[in-house]
């Protein structure tokens, strides 16, 4: 989602990816990122993987938010925690289904993402993607 505000004098420019728009180029490649991110979300939801250098960029983005946040947060209410999903990617979806879409719900990880589950990269990835998709809604513990 792209949300432009306008005044006489600024143009405040936010995406759903936390990025601050400074010129219109960066506003292009805010509105292309933003596309593929939802598409990367919708093929990861199916289990399909994304492509290497997405995932290059993704842990990149994800790592600009998670060194920005505090380790201790404040988070909204009501929220669903979940904790201990081991790389269960179809009882992670299961999760979702019961609790909710992000943004509808916030959600808290707990931890225990992965380590045991056939499909815990893809695990991972779904929850880096959404992480970086919704920020104030989507936490996880590290």
Same mark, same amino acid.
């Given at each position: 989602?792209?949300?432009?505000? *306008?005044? $006489?004098?600024?143009?405040?420019?936010?995406?759903?990816?936390?990025?601050?728009?400074?010129?219109?180029?960066?506003?292009?490649? %805010?509105?292309?990122? %933003? &596309?593929?991110?939802?598409?990367? *979300?919708?093929?990861?939801?199916?289990?399909?993987?994304?492509?290497?250098? =997405? +995932?290059?960029?993704?842990?990149?983005? %994800?790592? =600009?938010?998670?060194?920005?946040? &505090?380790? #201790?947060?404040?988070?909204? &209410?009501?929220?669903? #925690?979940?904790?201990? *999903?081991?790389?269960?990617?179809?009882?992670?979806? =299961?999760? $979702?289904? +019961?609790?909710?879409? #992000?943004?509808?719900?916030?959600?808290?990880?707990?931890?225990?993402? +992965?380590?045991?589950?056939?499909?815990? +990269?893809?695990?991972?990835?779904?929850?880096? %993607?959404?992480? #970086?998709?919704?920020?104030?809604?989507?936490?996880?513990?590290?």
């Amino acid at each position: 989602m792209l949300c432009i505000h *306008i005044n $006489f004098f600024c143009i405040t420019l936010t995406t759903h990816l936390s990025t601050r728009i400074t010129s219109l180029a960066e506003l292009w490649n %805010a509105m292309a990122d %933003a &596309s593929d991110l939802d598409r990367q *979300i919708e093929q990861l939801k199916k289990c399909e993987i994304i492509k290497e250098a =997405e +995932v290059k960029a993704l842990c990149a983005k %994800a790592r =600009e938010i998670l060194i920005e946040e &505090s380790n #201790v947060q404040r988070i909204d &209410s009501p929220v669903t #925690v979940c904790g201990d *999903i081991h790389g269960q990617f179809y009882d992670l979806k =299961e999760l $979702f289904k +019961v609790g909710g879409d #992000v943004p509808e719900t916030n959600y808290l990880f707990m931890g225990d993402f +992965v380590d045991r589950g056939f499909y815990s +990269v893809e695990t991972f990835l779904l929850l880096l %993607a959404l992480k #970086v998709s919704h920020t104030d809604h989507f936490h996880i513990n590290r």
